[in-house]
């Protein structure tokens, strides 16, 4: 290359429009008609289409296998060209197994010229558009829409087919399918990410290169069920497994699944974050690990487990679910194998990088070279110098690759071994420093780290230099902020990092600066949350917990770090039935990881204390979004410590925390011997208040029989229960405690309900749910509307009986109660058989009992077994097997908002936009 030759990313002048076209199951014609006679139709249509094209205007980019890549100088003629291409392909008389169609996408954008070809996220975008498309079917992009739609023929429309996520997984694109006199337009909805249960989470940056490791890994999910990508950190093994998830999606119509486990390190833990992405909870006595089994039986899923390093003990959790579902398959990330049978391990590599130019004859006579390796047009073919330009461009649109760096470039991606974190840390710096300059600061820190250790891998050298030399040259308050911000897990918030990220005073500069310098220099990565949430690659936050560690104030930032978890914790739990439940529920999810960090933490640095406080306000939330059985094995393991001994109060709170978790397993047995150790503490405190509570807790001992077989009458024949109910109702009235009085009477309404006391029951519920407005107690005022409509019906009084269920539903439904909604599907399953409508009484039926499943909730049943014995109608009695099973089905099918709609009696718009009108 002479030196006015043109820059490698000389731009492509004014916006091109580009098409992509494909053969749609090119595979299957070719089997069926043999390779020669494939091969003889595969030119007659690629005959066809570059007459089209180059009638107007097309310039042929490129042909793959059976694509082809066309540019256009205008939205008209691309439209044209793909017009009458698809005229020309239907015209034609192919033979019977071998009908060519084709399908196109056609995108408007920009590009670059690189390594002698025309590179650019349009151009990628259109062959994404391309791929949701169907034989026969043409979509355009939003953008070559707008730029068409004055110089559209007469006879040519666009529908409007919304917006899709395709699978380079940025952002949602809208999509019109473009219609034609004498050219089909009826297809089946788009192959896009849409179109099966998906969590793939969308991507800021593009997917450079791996082309070849993308058809490997997908080459070996065909025939593996468990694969394994292996690598260092800052390989690139998550945003591979993300993008061959993608690819994979229709293979797994039943769901694809990423699961991270960066933040965690219990293996006890694996399943239930599996459940959680999956949408599974722990409401019940049974282990997520059983559900997740019963869940995927018969189904096609893919998980994606990532970070599994972080768990490598959690193998058997993959292996057993492997085995009892067939229709499962995995990929994982780890940075070692799983050492579970039938692991296809996957060693991912550096991306592709030119010679080192120090191998050429040193960088001056390197940078004189006029062609060879240094050209920049031929460095573009590189992966790794690929990333690095996309990165640059990122921060400076101005940035290129010319004579004069390209040598710096080349050196710095071979340097580098080809890491994609390593090069995207390096390229960062390109706002602030020339490609020369960051080569020398880079290559000081890799032969410090060359000198060192001889026993760590090359790779893992180099990616903790680069790390090290992007923490080497901030300023010293972007390293104290980076240092404390690795006590973080799971991510953080603006606010949670200014109380222990700062103040500015103790770091040298403003928090939210840092935040943006850090970020800038992809240090930190953010999301749009709403509040912004901000993360850490775990490579690097291991690089900057070790360098916390020598920090004279390490040990205060963590304390710190528990103190805000502990106070967010705490200030929540006594919110958690109220009216602004639903925010603070999700706010404890997003904060769930950092909440058990600090359950783990507190103990080892002898602040047992903590973990009791913490774990007690963390119970009714553990509860409410199915986090049972991890809160069962916390508190249990905390109650066997001898250190929970030692403060009574705390030891009181531990008790009511655990009776609570196995009231909701329906561990009655369990339930009670916590709930007698609670009220004798209490006793001997002689704290009025707690006492009541206390009491009432206790008098769930004996609301039914530990036995769901035994009649519930003769649940508490010495009358204890009563008693303790009369007791703590006298304590609550003589101290003025509303909310306490409401309690108590809710339980004693649910003690006469089950004993078929059902004038009683009313009596009670009604003055439980009057108590429970005045105080502001959403979550209760349902339980009381629940359970009162219930007694209602079972008074014979079914048109009071509906409206109390229906306004009962729509409290849970609004509290994301699960176990309520169950319940309440139930109580309307029986209402339905009290107006003799039983198929609707079946697929209500069926609705509970999918919830159920789905939840792991036990109450649900037990009560069941309890109402048998006041003979409840049975839908099973009135219809015929085939009918209940048929109209069972139908409910088990309905997802969440189509049954609560179904129960509701109204639409699935008027559920999303009705009010609550609360009565």
Same mark, same amino acid.
């Given at each position: 290359?002479?030196?006015?030759?043109?820059?490698?990313?000389?731009?492509?002048?004014g916006?091109?429009?580009?098409?992509?076209?494909?053969?749609?199951?090119?595979?299957?014609?070719?089997?069926?008609?043999?390779?020669?006679a494939?091969?003889?139709?595969?030119?007659?249509?690629?005959?066809?289409?570059? /007459?089209?094209?180059?009638?107007?205007?097309g310039?042929?980019?490129?042909?793959?296998?059976?694509?082809f890549?066309?540019?256009?100088?205008?939205?008209?003629?691309?439209? /044209? /060209?793909?017009?009458?291409?698809?005229?020309?392909?239907?015209?034609?008389?192919?033979?019977?197994?071998?009908?060519?169609?084709?399908?196109?996408?056609?995108?408007?954008?920009?590009?670059?010229?690189?390594? *002698?070809?025309?590179?650019?996220?349009?151009?990628?975008?259109?062959?994404?558009?391309?791929?949701?498309?169907?034989? *026969?079917?043409?979509?355009?992009?939003?953008?070559?829409?707008?730029?068409? #739609?004055d110089?559209?023929?007469?006879?040519?429309?666009l529908?409007?087919?919304?917006?899709?996520r395709?699978?380079?997984?940025?952002?949602?694109?809208?999509l019109?399918?473009?219609n034609a006199?004498?050219?089909e337009s009826?297809?089946?909805?788009?192959? +896009?990410?849409?179109?099966h249960?998906?969590?793939? %989470?969308t &991507?800021?940056?593009?997917?450079?290169? !791996?082309?070849?490791e993308l058809?490997?890994a997908?080459?070996?999910?065909?025939?593996?069920?468990?694969?394994? $990508?292996?690598?260092?950190g800052?390989?690139?093994?998550?945003?591979?497994?993300?993008?061959?998830?993608?690819?994979?999606?229709?293979d797994?119509?039943?769901?694809?699944?990423?699961?991270?486990?960066?933040?965690?390190r219990?293996?006890?833990?694996?399943? +239930?974050?599996?459940?959680?992405?999956?949408?599974?909870?722990?409401?019940?006595?049974?282990?997520?690990q059983?559900m997740?089994?019963?869940? $995927?039986a018969?189904? !096609?899923?893919?998980?994606?487990?990532?970070?599994?390093?972080?768990v490598?003990?959690?193998?058997?959790?993959?292996?057993?679910?492997?085995?009892?579902?067939?229709?499962?398959?995995?990929?994982?990330t780890?940075r070692?194998?799983?050492?579970?049978s039938?692991?296809?391990?996957?060693?991912?590599?550096?991306? %592709?990088?030119?010679?080192?130019?120090?191998?050429?004859?040193?960088?001056? &006579?390197?940078r004189m070279?006029?062609?060879g390796?240094? @050209? %920049?047009e031929?460095?573009?073919?590189?992966?790794?110098?690929?990333?690095?330009?996309?990165r640059?461009?990122?921060?400076?649109p101005?940035?290129s690759?010319t004579?004069?760096?390209a040598?710096a470039?080349?050196?710095?991606?071979?340097?580098?071994q080809?890491?994609?974190?390593?090069?995207?840390?390096? =390229?960062?710096?390109?706002?602030?420093?020339?490609?020369?300059?960051?080569?020398?600061?880079?290559?000081h820190?890799?032969?410090?780290?060359?000198?060192?250790?001889?026993?760590?891998?090359?790779?893992?050298?180099?990616?903790?230099? =680069?790390?090290?030399?992007?923490?080497?040259?901030?300023?010293?308050?972007?390293r104290?902020?980076? @240092?404390?911000?690795?006590v973080?897990?799971?991510?953080?918030?603006?606010?949670?990092?200014?109380?222990?990220g700062?103040?500015?005073?103790e770091i040298?500069?403003?928090?939210?600066?840092?935040l943006? =310098?850090?970020?800038?220099?992809?240090?930190?990565?953010?999301?749009?949350?709403?509040?912004?949430?901000?993360?850490?690659?775990?490579t690097?936050?291991?690089?900057?917990?070790?360098?916390?560690?020598?920090?004279?104030?390490a040990?205060?930032?963590?304390?710190r770090?528990? #103190?805000?978890?502990?106070?967010?914790?705490?200030?929540?739990?006594?919110?958690?039935? *109220?009216?602004? &439940?639903r925010?603070?529920?999700?706010?404890?999810e997003?904060?769930?990881?950092?909440?058990?960090?600090?359950?783990d933490?507190? %103990?080892?640095?002898?602040?047992g204390?903590?973990?009791?406080?913490?774990?007690?306000?963390?119970?009714?939330?553990?509860?409410?979004?199915?986090?049972?059985?991890?809160?069962?094995?916390?508190?249990?393991?905390?109650?066997a410590?001898?250190?929970?001994?030692?403060?009574?109060?705390?030891?009181?709170?531990?008790?009511?925390?655990?009776?609570?978790?196995?009231?909701?397993?329906?561990?009655?047995?369990?339930m009670?011997?916590?709930y007698?150790? /609670?009220l004798?503490?209490?006793?001997?405190?002689?704290?009025?208040?707690?006492?009541?509570?206390?009491?009432?807790?206790?008098?769930?001992?004996?609301?039914? +029989?530990?036995?769901?077989?035994?009649?519930p009458?003769? =649940?508490d024949?010495?009358?204890? *229960?009563?008693?303790?109910?009369?007791?703590a109702?006298?304590?609550?009235?003589?101290?003025?405690?509303?909310?306490?009085?409401?309690?108590?009477?809710?339980?004693?309404?649910?003690?006469?309900?089950f004993?078929a006391?059902?004038?009683?029951?009313r009596?009670?519920?009604?003055?439980?749910?009057?108590?429970?407005?005045?105080?502001?107690?959403?979550?209760?005022?349902?339980?009381?509307?629940h359970?009162l409509?219930?007694?209602?019906?079972?008074?014979?009084?079914?048109e009071?009986?509906?409206?109390?269920?229906?306004?009962?539903?729509?409290?849970?439904?609004?509290?994301?109660?699960? #176990?309520?909604?169950?319940?309440?599907?139930?109580?309307?399953?029986?209402?339905?058989?009290?107006e003799v409508?039983?198929?609707?009484?079946a697929?209500?039926?069926?609705?509970?009992?999918?919830?159920?499943?789905?939840?792991?909730?036990?109450?649900?049943?037990?009560v069941?077994?309890?109402?048998?014995?006041h003979?409840?109608p049975?839908v099973?009695?009135?219809l015929?097997?085939?009918?209940?099973?048929?109209h069972?089905?139908?409910?088990?099918?309905?997802?969440?908002?189509?049954?609560?709609?179904?129960?509701?009696?109204?639409?699935?718009?008027?559920?999303?936009?009705?009010?609550?009108a609360?009565?």
């Amino acid at each position: 290359m002479s030196p006015s030759s043109p820059d490698p990313r000389t731009e492509v002048e004014g916006t091109r429009l580009f098409l992509f076209s494909d053969i749609e199951g090119s595979t299957r014609i070719e089997q069926a008609l043999g390779t020669m006679a494939y091969a003889e139709i595969r030119e007659r249509h690629r005959a066809l289409l570059r /007459a089209a094209f180059k009638a107007h205007g097309g310039h042929e980019e490129g042909t793959v296998g059976d694509s082809f890549f066309v540019v256009f100088p205008t939205a008209g003629g691309a439209i /044209a /060209a793909a017009v009458e291409a698809q005229r020309a392909l239907a015209a034609e008389n192919w033979p019977e197994s071998g009908r060519i169609r084709v399908r196109m996408g056609i995108n408007a954008g920009q590009a670059t010229s690189a390594g *002698g070809s025309l590179v650019g996220l349009a151009i990628n975008r259109a062959a994404r558009i391309a791929s949701v498309a169907h034989g *026969g079917q043409v979509l355009v992009s939003e953008t070559a829409r707008a730029l068409a #739609s004055d110089t559209l023929p007469s006879d040519v429309t666009l529908t409007d087919l919304g917006r899709h996520r395709l699978k380079d997984l940025r952002e949602s694109e809208h999509l019109f399918q473009l219609n034609a006199s004498g050219l089909e337009s009826i297809f089946p909805p788009l192959a +896009s990410l849409d179109a099966h249960p998906n969590n793939l %989470p969308t &991507q800021l940056t593009s997917f450079v290169g !791996r082309e070849d490791e993308l058809a490997r890994a997908l080459e070996l999910l065909a025939s593996n069920r468990l694969v394994t $990508l292996t690598g260092p950190g800052g390989t690139g093994k998550t945003r591979l497994s993300l993008q061959v998830a993608a690819a994979a999606a229709e293979d797994h119509p039943d769901g694809v699944f990423f699961v991270t486990l960066e933040a965690i390190r219990d293996p006890a833990l694996v399943a +239930s974050r599996i459940g959680s992405e999956i949408g599974l909870a722990e409401t019940g006595n049974r282990s997520v690990q059983e559900m997740l089994v019963e869940w $995927l039986a018969g189904k !096609r899923v893919l998980l994606v487990l990532d970070n599994f390093e972080q768990v490598v003990n959690g193998g058997p959790v993959v292996a057993e679910l492997l085995r009892a579902a067939p229709g499962l398959k995995v990929l994982a990330t780890s940075r070692a194998v799983l050492h579970v049978s039938g692991e296809q391990e996957y060693p991912i590599p550096g991306l %592709p990088v030119p010679p080192d130019p120090g191998t050429l004859g040193g960088y001056e &006579q390197a940078r004189m070279r006029a062609t060879g390796p240094l @050209d %920049p047009e031929h460095l573009a073919t590189y992966e790794a110098v690929r990333l690095f330009i996309a990165r640059a461009l990122s921060v400076r649109p101005d940035f290129s690759v010319t004579n004069t760096n390209a040598p710096a470039v080349a050196a710095i991606c071979a340097r580098l071994q080809g890491m994609p974190l390593a090069i995207e840390l390096a =390229a960062a710096r390109i706002k602030l420093l020339a490609p020369e300059a960051i080569l020398t600061r880079l290559e000081h820190q890799l032969n410090v780290l060359a000198a060192g250790a001889r026993d760590v891998p090359a790779r893992q050298q180099t990616l903790r230099g =680069a790390i090290a030399w992007s923490y080497d040259i901030l300023d010293e308050s972007e390293r104290r902020l980076l @240092d404390r911000l690795s006590v973080f897990a799971g991510g953080f918030e603006l606010e949670a990092a200014d109380m222990i990220g700062g103040p500015a005073d103790e770091i040298g500069g403003d928090v939210l600066d840092g935040l943006m =310098a850090l970020a800038d220099q992809s240090l930190i990565r953010s999301a749009g949350a709403d509040p912004p949430r901000f993360f850490m690659l775990e490579t690097i936050r291991e690089f900057a917990s070790e360098m916390l560690d020598q920090r004279p104030d390490a040990a205060a930032i963590r304390a710190r770090h528990t #103190s805000w978890y502990l106070d967010l914790a705490e200030s929540a739990a006594p919110e958690l039935s *109220g009216s602004n &439940q639903r925010a603070l529920l999700e706010r404890l999810e997003r904060e769930h990881d950092n909440i058990r960090a600090v359950l783990d933490r507190a %103990p080892l640095v002898g602040d047992g204390a903590c973990a009791i406080r913490l774990a007690f306000a963390m119970w009714r939330f553990w509860q409410k979004r199915g986090h049972l059985y991890e809160a069962r094995r916390r508190l249990e393991a905390i109650a066997a410590a001898p250190w929970s001994q030692e403060d009574p109060v705390l030891r009181a709170r531990l008790m009511e925390a655990l009776g609570g978790v196995y009231w909701w397993q329906a561990d009655l047995t369990k339930m009670k011997e916590a709930y007698v150790e /609670a009220l004798g503490i209490w006793r001997g405190q002689g704290d009025r208040t707690e006492i009541a509570n206390a009491l009432y807790n206790y008098s769930f001992s004996f609301a039914v +029989s530990p036995d769901p077989k035994q009649d519930p009458r003769s =649940a508490d024949p010495g009358g204890l *229960g009563a008693q303790a109910l009369a007791e703590a109702l006298a304590l609550y009235e003589e101290i003025g405690d509303l909310r306490g009085q409401a309690n108590v009477l809710w339980a004693m309404g649910n003690r006469a309900y089950f004993r078929a006391e059902d004038g009683n029951g009313r009596a009670h519920f009604s003055n439980a749910l009057d108590r429970f407005r005045q105080v502001g107690d959403v979550t209760m005022e349902a339980w009381s509307l629940h359970m009162l409509g219930s007694a209602v019906l079972r008074l014979g009084e079914v048109e009071e009986s509906r409206s109390i269920l229906h306004h009962a539903l729509r409290h849970f439904y609004d509290a994301s109660d699960a #176990s309520g909604m169950a319940l309440v599907f139930d109580d309307l399953s029986a209402h339905a058989v009290a107006e003799v409508d039983l198929s609707r009484a079946a697929r209500l039926r069926g609705a509970a009992r999918r919830l159920t499943a789905a939840t792991g909730a036990q109450l649900a049943g037990f009560v069941d077994e309890q109402l048998a014995f006041h003979d409840r109608p049975a839908v099973a009695q009135q219809l015929t097997p085939e009918e209940l099973a048929r109209h069972t089905t139908e409910g088990e099918a309905m997802t969440l908002d189509e049954a609560v709609a179904y129960g509701l009696g109204i639409s699935l718009d008027e559920l999303a936009t009705s009010p609550h009108a609360a009565g």
